[in-house]
């Protein structure tokens, strides 16, 4: 009985059917197990909350977030359900919601079980009846929703937090896409640069908002206006709060150097690639300040990686398989902020339980002689590995653009690689950009918080 309930209530919306159908039955068990039933042999229900993935505007080169969707959180009456496993919510707008009785008491919002003050759960789960079910639920006068457990502990939920936290598919979707705004938005060389200027993301909150959504659906934002000195990374740091050190500082130099520790600090080519997969945690984010730039040569040269491995997938799934379960040694050995020797295991391309591609980790300068895999099988790898790569260089998937004094790039290291084209080296540095790091993290930290004040403004 508990693998239907669970299996159901994870795959579908509680809607209308729900509130018939508990109307028409007398026992409450028999109803949830028909309601169901129903369900299962519905082959159309999911037609009835499909998620519309269209949150977003084009504008000028930059997204624009839609207000959100207000969602009636007025309750009718509140009941318990299949021997009190289930409380079940029904709305005014007519739209149930079931909650799990043992979900209820472990996120009790009392003062003993929840720390207000650090939106967290102070309830051990050694301390949890995973069998617990409510003893006697109802509405205050308030209307909101009252638990009675059998220990006689007592605990109340306001309407909008059941709302928000509803188990049916489309709330789950619809929460899920706001915390982690999933959509991307991909691209080939046909790539509408998204521009803003960098004074109004330090100082417009809307600005920084709009910076960071487009920077996650889009993967790369060009930030015009910046002073030509080294610091204006450290600026923006602040702004989403901190950068990420690494064996390279807090941030680094790029430019012509004698006995270079790293391929990009010379003059030559570099390939497409993502920095840092040496790294067991690859940084997410990458800033790059043009501070001075050649004449000729040293274009930057941008790909989607996700959008050229879902392009790959559909030309040869065998390679796309070799390359999402074949790990790869990478190796960085030198001194810079201090002295490193790294080594890490990465797959080309990761993909999540879905399928769906989260991350590209890929830098041929660091990719280590050691190969971990049997010899019948390397050729194989190498035969996948330059599919991809001749796929990134295609004409129609790169894009190509000169960075100026003042520039600053802002791109997903884990999704787009990048490049350079060669310069001519000179008695003097030619050409130098200051680069930083950043991870998801501290990004999507900030673009929730910047996402919630300016809401809460309108």
Avoid at 247 to 267: C, E, L, S
Wanted: aromatic share 12%.
């Amino acid at each position: 009985m508990w693998a239907t309930i669970a299996k159901y209530l994870l795959r579908t919306k509680v809607h209308k059917d729900f509130k018939d159908l508990l109307q028409t039955k007398v026992h409450k068990d028999y109803k949830v197990r028909t309601w169901l039933q129903v369900q299962k042999g519905n082959h159309n229900y999911r037609r009835h909350f499909s998620l519309s993935r269209r949150s977003w505007q084009q504008a000028s080169g930059i997204v624009q977030p839609v207000q959100a969707l207000t969602m009636s959180a007025a309750i009718q009456k509140v009941e318990t359900l299949e021997a009190n496993q289930f409380v079940c919510v029904h709305w005014e707008d007519g739209a149930e919601s079931l909650y799990p009785s043992v979900w209820l008491r472990d996120n009790c919002q009392c003062p003993a079980c929840f720390l207000h003050s650090a939106q967290a759960r102070k309830l051990p789960l050694e301390d949890l009846d995973v069998n617990v079910t409510a003893k006697d639920v109802g509405l205050t006068e308030t209307k909101k929703v009252y638990i009675i457990w059998p220990d006689d502990h007592s605990s109340e939920f306001e309407p909008a937090w059941l709302k928000k936290r509803c188990f049916s598919e489309h709330a789950r979707a619809k929460v899920q896409e706001k915390l982690f705004l999933s959509e991307c938005q991909f691209w080939g060389s046909d790539l509408q640069l998204p521009t803003m200027t960098f004074e109004e993301v330090l100082h417009s909150d809307e600005s920084a908002y709009k910076w960071l959504v487009t920077l996650k659906k889009v993967g790369i934002v060009l930030l015009t206006g910046a002073a030509s000195t080294q610091g204006e990374l450290l600026k923006l740091g602040q702004r989403l709060g901190f950068l990420r050190l690494t064996f390279y500082g807090p941030t680094w130099q790029v430019q012509d150097k004698v006995d270079a520790n790293n391929v990009a600090y010379t003059t030559e080519k570099l390939s497409f690639h993502t920095d840092y997969p040496v790294l067991q945690f690859p940084p997410g984010i990458q800033l790059l300040h043009c501070i001075k730039q050649t004449p000729t040569g040293g274009e930057s040269e941008v790909v989607d990686g996700f959008y050229v491995a879902n392009k790959l997938k559909e030309q040869n799934p065998q390679a796309f398989q070799i390359l999402t379960s074949t790990y790869v040694d990478f190796t960085d050995i030198g001194v810079d902020y201090c002295d490193f020797f790294m080594q890490s295991k990465q797959r080309i391309i990761d993909v999540d339980e879905k399928g769906q591609v989260v991350r590209i980790n890929f830098n041929n300068a660091t990719r280590d002689t050691i190969f971990d895999i049997p010899a019948e099988n390397v050729k194989p790898f190498y035969a996948a590995l330059k599919d991809y790569v001749d796929l990134l260089n295609s004409l129609d998937n790169k894009y190509t653009y000169k960075m100026k004094p003042g520039d600053v790039v802002v791109f997903d290291n884990w999704r787009l690689l990048h490049g350079r084209q060669s310069y001519q080296a000179g008695t003097e540095v030619s050409r130098h950009l200051e680069g930083a790091y950043a991870d998801w993290d501290v990004v999507m930290s900030r673009l929730r918080i910047l996402q919630k004040n300016i809401l809460s403004r309108k």
